[in-house]
């Protein structure tokens, strides 16, 4: 599901604040860029607003924020929810005692990982990032908080890039973005 589909028109000032920049980093990469949107106070709480409408009677008690873009919705969205916060980090950033996810990516292999005990059987978790390309990223996420018996109840992302087909790759789980980049 999309809000860009919606036509709520506060998707249409979030879609315009995330500049893209051709090349990055490397040739032929079109890379989105939220930093944009993060400098527009209106667009970024309209973008977390939109989740939260969605969200908050979803009796979600896990919020989920892959490293780093993830962080910076996922956060406030947990707080507005009433969800605890858990980051989903790269090696060696957690301290404690981690439970980890190898995944494979278009250039290569990657790993996230979160605290032994930070999310409980049965418990409900939303999956934040800032973009869904490939998918890769957010199944090795879902894998994680359902190896600790999380039920993971949706993925969502500020920006999808459909082309890529990143959402066949989810298993079947929901996936709520707010635009779309083609």
Do not use: W
């Amino acid at each position: 599901m999309s809000a860009d589909k919606d036509e709520d028109p506060r998707v249409s000032g979030i879609k315009s604040k995330i500049r893209v920049v051709p090349d990055f980093p490397k040739p032929g990469i079109m890379f989105q860029d939220i930093t944009t949107l993060l400098l527009d106070s209106k667009a970024f709480k309209d973008a977390l607003d939109l989740f939260v409408e969605r969200y908050k009677d979803r009796n979600i008690s896990v919020v989920a924020g892959i490293e780093a873009r993830g962080f910076i919705f996922g956060s406030p969205i947990a707080l507005a929810i009433g969800a605890k916060f858990v980051p989903l980090r790269k090696p060696g950033k957690l301290p404690g005692e981690v439970i980890s996810e190898d995944y494979v990516l278009e250039y290569g292999k990657d790993c996230l990982q979160m605290h032994v005990g930070a999310v409980q059987p049965e418990e409900r978790a939303l999956v934040v990032d800032d973009l869904i390309a490939t998918g890769g990223t957010l199944c090795a996420a879902m894998t994680l908080l359902e190896r600790v018996g999380a039920e993971v109840v949706e993925c969502a992302c500020v920006i999808e890039l459909p082309d890529l087909k990143g959402r066949e790759r989810l298993k079947g789980k929901p996936l709520y973005v707010l635009v779309e980049s083609h």
